[in-house]
Nanobody, 115 residues
Framework: QVQLVESGGGLVQPGGSLRLSCAAS????????LAWYRQAPGKQREVVAV???????NTADSVKGRFTISGDNAKNTVYLQMNNLKPEDTAVYYC?????????WGQGTQVTVSS
């Protein structure tokens, strides 16, 4: 069992930056993947970036070069640094962990990019 709590969302102008945080109730174990997903209105949920317990990351092509996922093992927290935000980045962003046949979701945090 693990609880995931996202924070850091909000309203930002195009070109701006936000940093999302995902605080987990325990450390990420070897073999587990933690990911950021997003879901825009009327669209399917899509993966944005993933990180494993060893710190290896992967980022979706749509945000590569603008978004960076990172982790702080001491704080059991994973971050999503989002730079040069665009209106099409507007979505609810979710934290997700998967491993050992189980998966958990956070409650989501809204990111709105608008002038």
């Amino acid at each position: 069992q693990v609880q995931l709590v996202e924070s850091g969302g909000g309203l930002v102008q195009p070109g701006g930056s936000l940093r999302l945080s995902c605080a987990a109730s325990r450390s990420i174990s070897r073999g587990e993947l933690l990911a950021w997903y997003r879901q825009a209105p009327g669209k399917q949920r899509e993966v944005v970036a993933v990180i494993n317990s060893g710190g290896t990351t992967n980022t979706a092509d749509s945000v590569k070069g603008r978004f960076t996922i990172s982790g702080d093992n001491a704080k059991n927290t994973v971050y999503l640094q989002m730079n040069n935000l665009k209106p099409e980045d507007t979505a609810v962003y979710y934290c997700h962990i998967k491993g050992y046949g189980k998966e958990y979701w956070g409650q989501g945090t809204q990111v709105t990019v608008s002038s």
